[in-house]
């Protein structure tokens, strides 16, 4: 097996590695030093560092301060019963999360077990979306794969693919980001819905023009904090307004349960609205002037090698929603 532990550190340098060493900090730390931060962020604690990496407290104590001289930071916040990471240590300990999981993945390669998926998969995906789909996914795959875990974070924000630390986002909608990958694995349709105690009361709507009459309950893009227009087919042509709104909400949940309370009309994807629609709660309105379907996909970077727990995440991922 490769071993990955053993770079020199370096201490007896000359003039010109010592120039190069305070241009390049994260260059010249060796993975020692690396292993002993990610183990004491993982376990906020040197002792606990220690006794996983079957070192002396001191040693890791001494290889974290090292490390941050060559960083210039400070990473930890270091008290008599505990140590805490600095802001600063909590950007640098997502990083490191993932350069850590690169190695164990290249150790499995070495030792030709590459195709068992292990390590952290880290991702990001849409409130809705991740609570139906992902996070049941994602316990069968724990389920099937001891070695793997798991960080999803559910948002409806645009996740910094490149800069917050994880595997992978789901985005919905067309994807333009520079340097990704875009896997596409399903698509989503969305739908304009009202309560029937609504529809009762204001009418129901014939074409997308009568929306001027009603009241619409936007969604507000959490990024930017504008209304997402509502988007339609009107004689084979593709049409998006901003229906005058009394209300605003920048979450997909709470647009379904104000519409639901009567609140008014919603334009929503509709794996938001299927349970509510299902139980006779929300009715469709306008489903001539349905827009065409919006894909999902899994985004990922491209200047590195897909590992095996991306690889099975996103297979899975793909099989499950071609069977949805």
């Not at 030709?112 to 992902?134: C, H, M, Q, W, Y």
Request: proline content about 6%; overall charge positive; some cysteine.
């Amino acid at each position: 097996m490769l071993s990955i532990g053993t770079f020199d550190s370096g201490e007896k340098s000359n003039n010109n590695h010592n120039t190069v060493e305070k241009n390049s900090a994260i260059a010249s730390s060796s993975l020692r030093l690396l292993r002993s931060f990610a183990e004491a962020a993982k376990h906020r604690s040197f002792a606990r560092a220690a006794a996983a990496l079957r070192l002396s407290p001191s040693a890791v104590a001494k290889n974290v301060a090292r490390l941050e001289q060559q960083l210039g930071l400070r990473l930890f916040q270091r008290t008599t019963r505990r140590v805490v990471l600095t802001q600063e240590g909590e950007a640098f300990y997502r990083r490191c999360s993932r350069v850590m999981d690169e190695l164990r993945e290249l150790e499995l390669l070495t030792a030709g077990a590459a195709k068992e998926p292990s390590g952290t998969l880290r991702i990001d995906v849409p409130i809705t979306f991740g609570k139906k789909v992902v996070v049941p996914l994602a316990a069968e795959l724990a389920r099937q794969h001891p070695g793997l875990n798991l960080e999803v974070s559910l948002s409806d924000r645009y996740a910094d693919l490149i800069g917050s630390g994880v595997d992978a986002v789901v985005r919905v909608g067309k994807v333009s980001d520079p340097g990704v990958v875009v896997r596409p694995i399903a698509e989503q349709q969305l739908r304009v819905y009202g309560s029937p105690d609504y529809l009762i009361r204001k009418g129901r709507p014939r074409k997308p023009a009568d929306l001027e009459k009603h009241d619409c309950i936007v969604f507000h893009l959490p990024s930017t904090r504008r209304s997402r227009p509502w988007e339609f087919i009107v004689k084979g042509r593709a049409l998006a307004m901003h229906p005058a709104s009394r209300y605003a909400i920048d979450e997909g949940e709470g647009l379904v349960s104000a519409a639901c309370a009567g609140l008014g009309l919603i334009q929503v994807p509709d794996i938001m609205a299927t349970e509510a629609a299902e139980a006779g709660t929300l009715e469709e309105v306008l489903a001539g002037f349905r827009p065409k379907p919006m894909p999902i996909s899994v985004v990922f970077p491209t200047h590195r090698q897909m590992p095996a727990r991306l690889r099975v995440f996103i297979d899975a991922l793909a099989a499950r929603s071609a069977g949805a």
